[in-house]
């Protein structure tokens, strides 16, 4: 069945690093693709959105590219701050196109310290 | 623009007690809503969905119930707690199949359970 597999954290980075999580997905068809962020103490706030192939979501100075080739929407930002210390969220709709029943991973904890 | 309201913020109810978590959405009718919970370090798992108003979906087995009595209205409810009841609590909603087609969930603030 479909789902997502997530990096798992907790990931520790200095304020300025480069940071990669992973996320690959199976699923039938091409569904959009998520990541959500988790701000402590907090519900979560959609980051970005991927919808088709190749496409690029970018917010905040998050990137993510949805790759048909390696199933994968890797969330990269090159240089974090300590404001991004958050848990996220890789996800994506179990049918696509209805807004109903999302996947999500199991979420990365990031911690960025100055 | 639409807003998702969740409380109470935090609540500490001892073992046995009942449970009722409000959600409320505004500016937008007849959402899709859903309730998740969120254990300590881990994922999130869907609890309930609902399309319309009486209509409600269960994903897991689970001493919790869920009602929609109004179009914007979600509640959670348990008659009797358990300790691993406990945990964060998060209500969505979505655009329905019927006013766009969208994949968007859109999270309240979340309600922090302890059970003691």
């Known amino acids: 069945g479909d789902s997502v597999t997530q990096m798992e954290g907790p990931v520790t980075l200095s304020e300025e690093a480069f940071l990669t999580i992973n996320c690959t997905y199976t699923a039938t068809g091409y569904p959009s693709l998520f990541w959500y962020v988790q701000y402590p103490g907090e519900g979560l706030q959609l980051l970005l959105k991927?919808?088709?192939?190749?496409d690029k979501g970018s917010n905040k100075g998050f990137e993510a590219t949805y790759r048909k080739e390696t199933t994968s929407f890797h969330l990269e930002k090159g240089s974090v701050q300590v404001s991004d210390s958050a848990v996220y969220f890789c996800a994506l709709p179990i049918i696509p196109n209805t807004g109903n029943q999302f996947y999500f991973g199991t979420g990365t904890s990031l911690t960025v310290i100055p | 623009s639409q807003t998702i309201h969740q409380w109470p913020a935090t609540l500490v109810q001892p073992v046995g007690s009942p449970l009722s978590l409000e959600c409320t959405v505004e500016g937008t009718s007849n959402p899709n809503l859903y309730w998740y919970r969120q254990a300590a370090g881990r994922g999130l798992q869907l609890l309930f969905y609902?399309?319309?108003?009486?209509?409600i979906s269960s994903e897991v087995p689970q001493n919790l119930s869920a009602s929609r009595p109004q179009d914007r209205q979600f509640i959670l409810s348990s008659k009797k707690l358990l300790l691993s009841d406990s945990g964060f609590y998060l209500c969505?909603?979505?655009?329905?199949?019927?006013?766009?087609?969208?994949?968007?969930?859109?999270f309240g603030p979340g309600t922090r359970l302890t059970v003691l």
């Open positions: 609902s399309v319309g108003i009486g209509q």
């Open positions: 969505a909603w979505s655009v329905s199949w019927g006013q766009a087609r969208t994949d968007t969930q859109y």
């Open positions: 991927a919808t088709k192939a190749d």
